[in-house]
């Protein structure tokens, strides 16, 4: 069955400190991994998609077919980060299959 | 810069009740998404459209639920007889293409359409 994982509902840092959210997802294809960033009353956005391999405002995703991951990182968390972050899986057809999301709460 | 619209942003119905959600895609848009997500659970996707009719359904989009695009614009979602259930955030979405592998892939959201049945 295909599926996202985000264990974590609520994580929370302080400015400054790293940052990891974690995706875990299950899919036998190759998979098309995104997160996907809802700041408070905005509209869901996409962050970054791991076929780019880019940083978008310091964050960066590793897709490691090995473990099934695609965890979220940034070194230093600021308090503009503080949302809801959505992994998602596209397996090659119409649908997105979103986690249940992490809310980072960065701390002052 | 263009956005989704969806209307209305909040909408408190009966059991038993029609109700019809509306989107506007962004205008160069081609492929046509709902999603919704029950208070405190995940996105789920619901249904896509591409040249005028349904592309993939999930399995939550029964018989109950329909899709139209009834001119060049707008985009609905009618849910015929709504039961309790039924109560989430609607989320519209567009893209340009429905191949991730390109930047076009991206799916724009709309701010969401509340439904609250009682």
């Known amino acids: 069955a295909q599926r996202v994982t985000q264990p974590e509902k609520l994580l929370s840092v302080f400015k400054g400190a790293p940052v990891e959210l974690k995706c875990n997802y299950s899919?036998?294809?190759?998979?098309?991994l995104f997160w996907y960033v809802q700041y408070s009353r905005q509209r869901l956005q996409l962050l970054l998609r791991?076929?780019s391999r880019e940083s978008i405002k310091g964050f960066t995703a590793d897709l490691n077919k090995g473990e099934t991951s695609f965890h979220l990182k940034k070194p230093f968390a600021q308090e503009e980060d503080s949302a809801m972050y959505y992994c998602?899986?596209?397996?090659?057809?119409?649908?997105?299959?979103f986690g249940t999301g992490t809310r980072l709460k960065v701390l002052a | 810069e263009p956005e989704v619209t969806q209307t209305p942003s909040h909408q408190v119905t009966q059991m038993g009740q029609e109700v019809i959600l509306r989107c506007v895609p962004i205008?160069?848009?081609?492929?046509f998404y709902w999603y919704r997500q029950i208070l405190g659970q995940k996105v789920e996707f619901l249904v896509s459209?591409?040249?005028?009719?349904?592309?993939?359904k999930s399995e939550i989009f029964d018989d109950q639920f329909s899709v139209e695009r009834p001119d060049g614009s707008n985009f609905t979602l009618k849910i015929r007889s709504t039961k309790l259930e039924d109560s989430a955030m609607y989320f519209c979405?567009?893209?340009?293409?429905?191949?991730?592998?390109?930047?076009?892939?991206?799916?724009?959201f709309g701010e969401g359409s509340r439904l609250t049945v009682l």
């Open positions: 979405a567009s893209s340009v293409s429905r191949f991730v592998g390109e930047s076009t892939g991206e799916l724009f």
């Open positions: 899919y036998s294809g190759s998979p098309e």
């Open positions: 791991h076929i």
């Open positions: 998602a899986l596209n397996p090659g057809t119409y649908k997105y299959i």
């Open positions: 205008s160069n848009h081609l492929y």
């Open positions: 459209f591409y040249n005028n009719e349904i592309s993939e």
